[in-house]
């Protein structure tokens, strides 16, 4: 097993303390303990290892059956649901069709702004000039059915970042964008201010990530410089697929 392992950081945004959730049945975290305080963390792991199940606890959408999700010190469930909680957090789907509400970009994109206590006139004003800033003035009043996947991703991604949380946790925001569309949300990560945590099967986006935590059946794998994890995740994959295609049953060098 990888020995990375990061220094506790200083005054996390967001901390999970022993952390037990079961959804439908099934354990997902069996006493799970993060401090979130670095600006740029990216999640990696197979597929039911409990990434969206992470994201989900840190925006309240998933109640622990024990343990404590932390929002800069304070009880996340304990902050009233509206305009503080999001201030603090949001989230951005795995699939934007569980996200996206309203049938028009413009609109979409005004829910964000609604917690702020402007008149919907005022924030699909302000929907339309972040739209005309980055050249896609002609979006505002398409429908988003006429938006293809990966435009309904980044449609998702936008709308987060204009609703402008102090974390922003994006569940495989790269998984449908071709790899222009991939660098350009990295750019826009990278300058975008906020803390953000991303999940992702693509690696390349969080290799250069300060934190990058491995997760495996629910437990920290490892935790540590996004390029040692990166390289720990590929080196265990490898091994596990070279047994399984040599038809031997894993073995703990692979995971
Ligand atoms: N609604 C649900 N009901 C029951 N079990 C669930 C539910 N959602 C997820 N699980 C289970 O919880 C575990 C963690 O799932 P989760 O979606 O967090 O994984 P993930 O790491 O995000 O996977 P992926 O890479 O496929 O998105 C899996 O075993 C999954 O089967
Ligand atoms: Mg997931």
Known sequence: MPSVVSAPAASPLLELRQIHLRRGGQEVFAGLNLGLAEERIGLIGH????????????????????????????????????????????????????????????????????????????????????????????????????????????????????????????????????????????????????QVIVSTHVLGPVRDCARVIWLHEGRVQADGPGSEVCAAYEAAVACELAQARAGRAPTPCAL
């Open 47 to 194: 597929n039911g290892a409990g990434k969206t199940s992470l994201l989900r606890l840190l925006c309240g959408l998933e109640l622990p059956q024990t343990g404590e999700v932390l929002s800069q010190g304070q009880s996340l469930h304990a902050l009233p649901a509206g305009q503080l909680r999001a201030q603090r957090v949001g989230m951005m789907f795995q699939n934007p069709d569980d996200q996206i509400i309203f049938p028009t970009v413009e609109e979409e994109l005004a829910l964000g702004l609604q917690p702020r206590g402007l008149s919907r006139r005022e924030t699909l004003a302000a929907a339309r000039a972040f739209l005309a800033e980055r050249s896609l003035a002609d979006w505002g009043a398409r429908a988003v059915s006429t938006l293809s996947q990966g435009q309904r991703q980044r449609l998702c991604w936008l709308a987060l970042l204009l609703a402008g949380p102090r974390t922003l946790l994006l569940d495989e925001p790269y998984a449908s964008l071709d790899l222009p569309s991939q660098a350009h949300l990295s750019d826009e990560i990278a300058a975008c201010g906020r």
